[in-house]
């Protein structure tokens, strides 16, 4: 690999994504946040799909979709939109409570928010699962409510642990740095494994979501989702009950 030094940094970047060692600064956070890229995937394409054109996760599809239901674009909601961003923001204001009040404890805080979106999650699962077909619209307007918050909760955690390039829902920039940053721009190509997965991440998560809607069942989106939220939960809480050598929290 001499004579491509971008492809050794790119495959050590991938190892350190999926599989850090034990001794990595970021400990397990890096394979943990991937998953949550995935239950962001799962849940916009159940939202998108089974609840209107509106997305519980991705917020600047939102903005975009209120511009078109303003404009008069058939099949946009400006009322889902607006409840979507609230809500998101809503539970964005709680996770950054809840990360200030946990302090330095990084997995514990990925532990208690996943735990948090366990219990949502599994509430937005069972109202589903017992709902008719369509879904009413006060359930469609109660499955967004609780599901942008859950996700504003994630995201306020990811943006609060602040291991790079992997924030689980926002990916604009992440496609950007991989263009600006890579090789072909000039540059070492540092992180670009990273965001690959990421991309890739929300791309499967997506995609399985959609084929899961449209050709099995509408709720196992959501199962799948909550399946991924119970092992983050679990793995998360586990290395924080039982601590290793401390580590410094990124500034």
């Given at each position: 690999?001499?004579?491509?030094?971008?492809?050794?940094?790119?495959?050590?970047d991938a190892?350190?994504?999926?599989?850090?060692?034990?001794?990595?600064?970021?400990?397990?956070?890096?394979?943990?946040?991937?998953?949550?890229?995935?239950?962001?995937?799962?849940?916009?394409?159940?939202?998108?799909?089974?609840?209107?054109?509106?997305?519980?996760?991705?917020?600047?599809?939102?903005?975009?979709?209120?511009?078109?239901?303003?404009?008069?674009?058939?099949?946009?909601?400006?009322?889902?939109?607006?409840?979507?961003?609230?809500?998101?923001?809503?539970?964005?204001?709680?996770?950054?409570?809840?990360?200030?009040?946990?302090?330095?404890?990084?997995?514990?805080?990925?532990?208690?928010?996943?735990?948090?979106?366990?219990?949502?999650?599994?509430?937005?699962?069972?109202?589903?699962?017992?709902?008719?077909?369509?879904?009413?619209?006060?359930?469609?307007?109660?499955?967004?409510?609780?599901?942008?918050?859950?996700?504003?909760?994630?995201?306020?955690?990811?943006?609060?642990?602040?291991?790079?390039?992997?924030?689980?829902?926002?990916?604009?920039?992440?496609?950007?740095?991989?263009?600006?940053?890579?090789?072909?721009?000039?540059?070492?190509?540092?992180?670009?494994?990273?965001?690959?997965?990421?991309?890739?991440?929300?791309?499967?998560?997506?995609?399985?979501?959609?084929?899961?809607?449209?050709?099995?069942?509408?709720?196992?989106?959501?199962?799948?989702?909550?399946?991924?939220?119970?092992?983050?939960?679990?793995i998360a809480?586990?290395?924080?009950?039982?601590?290793?050598?401390?580590?410094?929290?990124?500034?």
């Amino acid at each position: 690999m001499g004579c491509y030094p971008w492809l050794s940094t790119l495959l050590s970047d991938a190892r350190q994504t999926v599989a850090p060692p034990r001794d990595h600064k970021d400990g397990v956070l890096p394979p943990l946040l991937v998953a949550l890229t995935v239950v962001t995937g799962l849940v916009d394409a159940f939202s998108y799909l089974v609840l209107g054109h509106v997305f519980v996760a991705n917020q600047t599809g939102n903005v975009v979709f209120f511009a078109f239901a303003l404009a008069g674009v058939k099949g946009f909601s400006a009322t889902a939109s607006v409840a979507a961003i609230g809500c998101f923001a809503f539970g964005a204001l709680v996770g950054g409570r809840l990360g200030r009040s946990l302090g330095g404890r990084r997995e514990l805080l990925l532990g208690v928010t996943a735990g948090i979106q366990v219990v949502i999650v599994a509430e937005s699962l069972t109202m589903t699962a017992l709902a008719p077909s369509p879904l009413p619209v006060g359930l469609r307007y109660a499955l967004i409510a609780t599901l942008a918050a859950t996700m504003g909760l994630q995201n306020a955690t990811a943006r609060k642990l602040a291991v790079p390039d992997l924030t689980t829902t926002v990916l604009t920039l992440t496609i950007t740095g991989m263009a600006a940053d890579g090789p072909l721009a000039g540059a070492t190509g540092a992180r670009m494994a990273r965001r690959l997965i990421s991309v890739a991440a929300m791309l499967v998560g997506a995609l399985v979501g959609a084929v899961l809607v449209l050709h099995v069942h509408i709720v196992y989106p959501l199962v799948i989702a909550l399946v991924i939220l119970a092992a983050v939960a679990v793995i998360a809480v586990a290395p924080a009950r039982n601590p290793r050598a401390p580590r410094t929290p990124p500034t």
